[in-house]
């Protein structure tokens, strides 16, 4: 069975567990697709008691896991999956449209596929994310804090949730990995950074160790710029690997967004990857599609096809969450359109670029055209923020298109402030003025008996 718009089926609760939120140790929840936390109230819709002492396979064969296998057979739209169905009334294509993976075909049926975070810990500080996935965003954080910004950020941004320690391989189910490699199929991951990760990098070791990588496929999630010698050498003794490179845009774009990653070192360590690891699947390449990079899609496109690899699968999400101010919505609609034209100009030129992924980018600027709600200030105090907390200027990084409609945004926000100032100290010389006027004495109407008093002191 294939996932369609006219079924409800998805690979992932057949094949596949996420192992990836800890607290103290311990797993606070396990999910069998990590796209079902990005909808507000998941967790309402998805309960598994006590699975912080249950071990993969014991978290796989759960009841509530064969209930939604159950409701994806059946064309029942289980409420836990909501983020794919929200997409999917939209028009756009889902994250179960993806689930029709070759690593889950390739897979033995007896074998499960473990999709995990070992930790935040991250080489980079993407404007997109946050400390909960990159430990160095904390650099930020604690800026925003000692410059009584948190109130602001939290306008603009949303939740910028403060980094913990996961302590992830203090748990019962990644004892339960390390001693089980032959019953994984396939290991997944995303962070922070995997391949930058010791604790994940432990993990990848430790399948080779046993013997059990050439019998394993490996999907990681990475920001592609960790493939050196030692690593190409280490993912090459698996069966196959399947990696997701997220690449948000190319040149100065990326390293705008991609702090503090040069994008020529960038490109060198994917270059490295494709030369010296053989056993490979076709390339994935995601971007998280935000205002910073929109007029940017056409020579990322251009790069990868031309470039890298004339027959990567190319994949756009939307950044999150939906309501801070770098979203696309929050442009004005002549920068949607303008991003969409240029789109149309390549449609069509890449032989193994599907009609389909075209469709949906563009279905996407399309929807926020006819839903747009242009915020002018939350988009600039965004960007400004972080501009402030990294010592960079969005005129030396962005479009020309972006920067002229930032540099009008920033100037009307001078005027305005002008305009307060001036108003301010206009009224304070007023009441200046009036406050040297000399005091009058006033008898009401009402004051006879005052009146009186004042005539008998004369007496």
């Keep these: 069975m294939k996932p369609e718009k006219s079924n409800t089926y998805c690979h992932y609760p057949f094949h596949e567990i996420t192992l990836k939120n800890w607290r103290n140790g311990k797993l606070d929840f396990s999910l069998p697709c990590c796209h079902m936390a990005d909808r507000a109230g998941f967790r309402e819709d998805w309960k598994i008691e006590g699975i912080e002492n249950l071990t993969p396979e014991e978290i796989y064969n759960h009841p509530r896991m064969e209930q939604l296998r159950q409701n994806a057979l059946n064309g029942v739209r289980d409420p836990a999956c909501g983020i794919c169905w929200k997409n999917e009334d939209r028009g756009l294509q889902s994250f179960r449209m993806y689930s029709d993976d070759q690593s889950f075909l390739s897979m033995p049926d007896n074998k499960i596929s473990v999709d995990i975070i070992a930790s935040n810990i991250c080489n980079l500080r993407c404007r997109m994310c946050t400390p909960t996935a990159s430990h160095q965003l904390m650099k930020d954080y604690n800026y925003f804090q000692e410059n009584n910004q948190m109130e602001l950020l939290e306008e603009s941004f949303g939740r910028f949730v403060k980094s913990k320690p996961m302590q992830a391989t203090e748990s019962v189910q990644w004892e339960w990995m390390m001693n089980n490699t032959h019953k994984i199929g396939n290991l997944k991951g995303s962070g922070g950074e995997p391949f930058y990760d010791k604790k994940a990098i432990a993990l990848i070791k430790r399948f080779v160790e046993t013997g059990d990588a050439k019998n394993t496929n490996i999907f990681f999630h990475t920001n592609a710029t960790q493939f050196t010698d030692e690593m190409c050498d280490l993912l090459s003794n698996f069966k196959m690997n399947y990696h997701v490179f997220s690449v948000d845009g190319v040149g100065k774009t990326y390293e705008y967004i991609r702090y503090p990653q040069k994008f020529n070192e960038l490109d060198n360590s994917i270059r490295n990857y ?104 939350k988009f600039y105090n965004e960007i400004s923020m972080f501009d402030k907390s990294r010592n960079q200027n969005y005129q030396d990084y962005l479009d020309p298109i972006l920067v002229k409609h930032l540099d009008k945004i920033k100037n009307d926000n001078v005027e305005q402030k002008t305009h307060r100032v001036l108003m301010k100290k206009t009224f304070q010389e007023l009441y200046e003025r009036v406050d040297k006027i000399p005091k009058r004495a006033y008898i009401s109407n009402n004051s006879g008996e005052n009146h009186g008093k004042r005539n008998a002191n004369k007496d």
Aim: proline fraction near 4%; avoid cysteine.
């Design 274 to 377: 494709m030369y010296k690891v053989s056993k490979r699947h076709v390339t994935k390449f995601t971007m998280i599609l935000s205002a910073l990079n929109v007029l940017n899609i056409v020579d990322w496109i251009q790069w990868i096809i031309e470039t890298i690899d004339p027959k990567a699968a190319i994949i756009i999400n939307e950044v999150y969450p939906e309501d801070r101010g770098i979203h696309i919505k929050h442009l004005p609609i002549y920068i949607l359109m303008e991003a969409q034209g240029k789109l149309k100009q390549i449609e069509g030129k890449y032989q193994y670029i599907p009609k389909s992924t075209y469709d949906n980018i563009l279905n996407i600027l399309e929807f926020y055209i006819n839903n747009n709600e242009q915020n002018d200030v």
